[in-house]
């Protein structure tokens, strides 16, 4: 069964950047595509970004468009998916969650604020 840690949270003021790292560990990660998704306080969860197994196709949520990037790195036993963000917005403080086949990670919180 795939399990999944997400990190690379953290506090950044509205503009800079902040790169999430997502770790696919166990059963056959390498064959799911995985998305980043995000929760908002009081709001529900939120598509970000989505990349295929190998990676050779992307989508982002047009919110974030020429602001976030995704990838992926499949070459160590334990893929890797990341989401780079910049230009940071306040109402993107949120907890980023990475999932995989139906599985879901426990989220990394994202707080923009000055």
């Known amino acids: 069964q795939v399990q999944l840690l997400e990190s690379g949270g953290g506090l950044v003021q509205p503009g800079e950047s902040l790169r999430l790292s997502c770790v696919a560990s166990g059963g056959t990660s390498s064959n799911f595509g995985m998305n980043w998704f995000r929760q908002a306080p009081g709001k529900g969860r939120e598509f970000v970004a989505a990349i295929t197994s190998n990676g050779d196709s992307t989508v982002v949520a047009d919110s974030v468009k020429g602001r976030f990037t995704i990838s992926r790195d499949n070459a160590n036993a334990n893929n890797t998916v990341y989401l780079q963000m910049s230009s940071m917005e306040p109402g993107e403080t949120a907890v980023y969650y990475c999932?995989?086949?139906?599985?879901w990670g426990q989220g990394t919180q994202v707080t923009v604020a000055s």
């Open positions: 999932d995989a086949g139906g599985m």
